[in-house]
T-cell receptor
Framework: DAKTTQPTSMDCAEGRAANLPCNHS???????VYWYRQIHSQGPQYIIH???NNETNEMASLIITEDRKSSTLILPHATLRDTAVYYC??????????????FGKGTHLIIQP | DVKVTQSSRYLVKRTGEKVFLECVQD?????MFWYRQDPGLGLRLIYF???????EKGDIPEGYSVSREKKERFSLILESASTNQTSMYLC???????????????FGPGTRLTVL
């Protein structure tokens, strides 16, 4: 899996959009970008994934640059419950998907009231 | 919603005890995983299974074994618990997909195991 770089921590005011960047300059053509988050003392939670087009679901939007070397996760209206560590990973699925995930250090997002 | 449940949130055991951690998923997923998560070391894969009775070693299988007798249940066994196995243990599951496609893993809440 290609390596990703994320800021160690970020603050965002409650109700504002939280924009979390991720660099993945060595991503290869068949690797997807995934985002997970982990709220303190809980298991990681899948948020969204994308290949090259921008994606949106009920939780977030994912913007991938045209060269695919970076992406941004957007939480449109952050709440206190969005305080968590956010992990950006890139991976290509092999073997039917029975391969483990590798998380880096992620970004600790703190939503301020 | 996909639901992955783990038998305990917190567990305290003594050195040398045999420990069973149970994981159950209700979405008919083929793949199941056991990870441990430690500060500064991130998430590390212990074992995974892609079908009933099938198991594969992950990155750190030493000191652990697994059992998958039913599709929905994947058990992690510490044959003789040691203090260095004190950790957060996370179970996950996912659908089997074709290669070169995407799939997401769904995680349970975790079991924080302390070995004294």
């Amino acid at each position: 899996d290609a390596k990703t770089t994320q800021p160690t921590s970020m603050d965002c005011a409650e109700g504002r959009a939280a924009n979390l960047p991720c660099n993945h300059s060595t991503i290869s053509g068949n690797e997807y970008v995934y985002w997970y988050r982990q709220i303190h003392s809980q298991g990681p939670q899948y948020i969204i994934h994308g290949l090259k087009n921008n994606e949106t679901n009920e939780m977030a939007s994912l913007i991938i640059t045209e060269d695919r070397k970076s992406s941004t996760l957007i939480l449109p209206h952050a709440t206190l419950r969005d305080t968590a560590v956010y992990y950006c990973i890139v991976r290509v699925v092999t073997g039917g998907g029975a391969d483990g995930l590798t998380f880096g250090k992620g970004t600790h997002l703190i939503i301020q009231p | 919603d996909v639901k992955v449940t783990q038998s305990s949130r917190y567990l305290v055991k003594r050195t040398g005890e045999k420990v069973f951690l149970e994981c159950v998923q209700d979405m008919d997923h083929e793949n199941m995983f056991w990870y441990r998560q430690d500060p500064g070391l991130g998430l590390r894969l212990i074992y995974f299974s892609y079908d009933v009775k099938m198991k594969e070693k992950g990155d750190i299988p030493e000191g652990y074994s697994v059992s998958r007798e039913k599709k929905e249940r994947f058990s992690l066994i510490l044959e003789s618990a040691s203090t260095n196995q004190t950790s957060m243990y996370l179970c996950a599951s996912s659908h089997h997909v074709g290669s070169r496609s995407y799939n997401e893993q769904f995680f349970g809440p975790g079991t924080r195991l302390t070995v004294l």
